[in-house]
T-cell receptor
């Protein structure tokens, strides 16, 4: 069974702090995606990483795909209250079944 | 606005009943995905359709069924409802079926079983 494990499950930090959340698996994924979900809304795609070792930046967010394509991380620099939300990683290893991690719930206090 | 439309937004019904959830994908998207999100299970993939045909099946119960119509909209039918079926049901769409294509999610249907 392919699983994506996210850590931490919950993170509460002050505005301006940096943080990293992780998405790990024992399986190889052809690509991984990161989504952010706010209450009452559907997940919104942030980024897709495809190549092992790939690093992508989206303003203050930096995404990295592990060399072996089994894990990924999301680093946020100088977090802001607007970053508050549920961060989900998702991937499809073989076949077409999409797997989501349980998510990291981030709360950034002003 | 993702361009994916789900109706209804809220649905309250009783155990044993049957409901139909509807999804209109983004214009031009051929794939539709259905997900169930509950507090204790996270976001669970149910089923994917591509251009009218079933493409992938996840943890979908036999009491649940789905289809995609020629105009590409999709319906998820839930029958013999149980209390545990209470959840948010999301539909997502993408242009194709490839693994690295982004999925665009609707705002979900909140199903409450009393």
């Amino acid at each position: 069974t392919q699983l994506l494990e996210q850590s931490p499950q919950f993170l509460s930090i002050q505005e301006g702090e940096n943080l990293t959340v992780y998405c790990n698996s024992s399986s190889v994924f052809s690509s991984l995606q990161w989504y952010r979900q706010e209450p009452g809304e559907g997940p919104v795609l942030l980024v897709t990483v495809v190549t092992g070792g790939e690093v992508k930046k989206l303003k203050r967010l930096t995404f990295q795909f592990g060399d072996a394509r089994k894990d990924s991380s999301l680093h946020i620099t100088a977090a802001q209250p607007g970053d508050t939300g549920l961060y989900l990683c998702a991937g499809r290893a073989g076949g077409f079944k999409t797997i989501f991690g349980a998510g990291t719930r981030l709360f950034v206090k002003a | 606005d993702s361009g994916v439309t789900q109706t209804p937004k809220h649905l309250i019904t009783a155990t044993g009943q049957r409901v139909t959830l509807r999804c209109s994908p983004r214009s031009g998207d051929l794939s539709v995905y259905w997900y169930q999100q509950s507090l204790d299970q996270g976001l669970q993939f149910l089923i994917q359709y591509y251009n009218g045909e079933e493409r992938a099946k996840g943890n979908i119960l036999e009491r649940f069924s789905a289809q995609q119509f020629p105009d590409l909209h999709s319906e998820l039918n839930l029958s013999s409802l149980e209390l545990g079926d209470s959840a948010l049901y999301f539909c997502a769409s993408s242009v194709g079926w490839a693994s690295n294509q982004p999925q665009h999610f609707g705002d979900g249907t909140r199903l409450s079983i009393l």
